[in-house]
C-alpha cells in the first residue's frame, strides 16, 4: 500500500520560512514526477512545484519562483518543499503527490493527508 506522509507545517510570519517533508513508502517511483500542490479555503487546488525523483527536471508555479525550492533525497524516498519568504497568500493545505504520470503539470493518483501551512501578516 502506496502512503505519502507530510510533515513540517506550521505557523509563521510573512517573510518566514518553513521545510514541509513527504516521505513515500509502499512502492518508488522511478523517475516520475512527484511535487506539491496546495489548497487555500474556497479555492481550487493548485500545482506549486514537482521533481523528477531523479531530480534531473523541475517546475514551479510563477508565484513561487525564486521563494520556493524543490528537492528529492533518493535514499529516503523523501521529498522536500523548501519555502522562504513566505507571503499570506501562501496560506494553505499543502499536499505531497506522487504516481506514474510523465507530465509534470498532470497529478498523480496518490496524495498524502495535508499539512497546514498558515503564514500571518
Known amino acids: 500500500q502506496v502512503q505519502l506522509v507530510e510533515s513540517g507545517g506550521g505557523l509563521v510570519q510573512a517573510g518566514g520560512s518553513l521545510r514541509l517533508s513527504c516521505a513515500a513508502s509502499?512502492?518508488?517511483?522511478?523517475?516520475?514526477?512527484v511535487g506539491w500542490f496546495r489548497q487555500a479555503p474556497g479555492k481550487e487546488r493548485e500545482l506549486v512545484a514537482r521533481?523528477?525523483?531523479?531530480?534531473?527536471?523541475?517546475y514551479y508555479a510563477d508565484s513561487v519562483k525564486g521563494r520556493f525550492t524543490i528537492s528529492t533525497d533518493n535514499a529516503k524516498n523523501t521529498v522536500y518543499l523548501q519555502m522562504n519568504s513566505l507571503k499570506p497568500e501562501d496560506t494553505a493545505v499543502y499536499y505531497c503527490?506522487?504516481?506514474?504520470?510523465?507530465?509534470?503539470?498532470?497529478?498523480?493518483?496518490?496524495w498524502g493527508q495535508g499539512t497546514q501551512v498558515t503564514v500571518s501578516s
Open positions: 503527490n506522487a504516481g506514474t504520470i510523465a507530465s509534470m503539470a498532470t497529478a498523480g493518483r496518490y
Open positions: 509502499g512502492r518508488t517511483f522511478g523517475s516520475y514526477p
Open positions: 521533481i523528477s525523483w531523479s531530480g534531473g527536471s523541475t
